[in-house]
Structures are given as C-alpha cells and as structure tokens.
Nanobody, 122 residues
Framework: VQLEESGGGLVQAGGSLRLSCAAS??????MAWFRQAPGKEREFVAA????????YYGDSVKGRFSISGDKTISAINLQMNNLKPEDNAVYYC??????????????????WGQGTQVTVSS
C-alpha cells in the first residue's frame, strides 16, 4: 500500500496551493491530511469519509482549506487558500478506517505518505 503526495512548494502569504494524494494497493474508509511544523506535534488538517462524502476540518484551517476526493481512484486534494506563515509545515496524506470519533486523530489512520513541504513566506 502506498500514498503518493504532490503539490507542495513555496508561496507568499495570502497565496494558494493545491496538494494531491493518490493511494494504491488497497481501499480505505477515509483519507486525510495532517501537518507537522518543526518542534510541534502532528496536527489534523482535513479529512473526507468515502461513505457519504462527509468532510471535516481542523479549527485553524476552516474557511481557508477545502478537501475533495474521488473514491473510485482513492485520491484526494487539498485546496489551500489565504495561506499564512503559520501554515508552514510538512503536510502528510493519511488513509485508514477511522471511527467517527477518531477522524481527526493520527490513531485513526494506518497508512501515511512521505510528506510534502509547504512554505509560506511573509
């Protein structure tokens, strides 16, 4: 099972980036994005559950980020708008079968990508 991420890079504050992730080798109940800044714990960003297409967001990104996906190809995207310097982090794609109460927890996911760097300059 593999998760392949793409789309990270450098952008000015207020700009936009789009991350993509594709899973191969298995099917999952949900896919998500987490991020980790230097010296900080891994933080939940957004998730999508394939059953019903429900989406979930971390408080710090609500209204700015949007997750979407295609269940048939196990792929998700994260559209990030109005980026801020505090969004600087390595962004990780994750996949698993989390119960609803674990949708925003790293414990809910069994498979992780290698991560892609997002750098926002002020």
């Amino acid at each position: 099972v593999q998760l392949e991420e793409s789309g990270g890079g450098l952008v000015q504050a207020g700009g936009s980036l789009r991350l993509s992730c594709a899973a191969s080798g298995s099917t999952f109940g949900a896919m998500a994005w987490f991020r980790q800044a230097p010296g900080k714990e891994r933080e939940f960003v957004a998730a999508i559950r394939w059953n019903g297409g429900h989406t979930y967001y971390g408080d710090s990104v609500k209204g700015r980020f949007s997750i979407s996906g295609d269940k048939t190809i196990s792929a998700i995207n994260l559209q990030m708008n109005n980026l801020k310097p505090e969004d600087n982090a390595v962004y990780y794609c994750a996949a698993g079968r989390p119960i609803l109460s674990s949708i925003g927890s790293i414990r809910g996911y069994t498979t992780w990508g290698q991560g892609t760097q997002v750098t926002v300059s002020s």
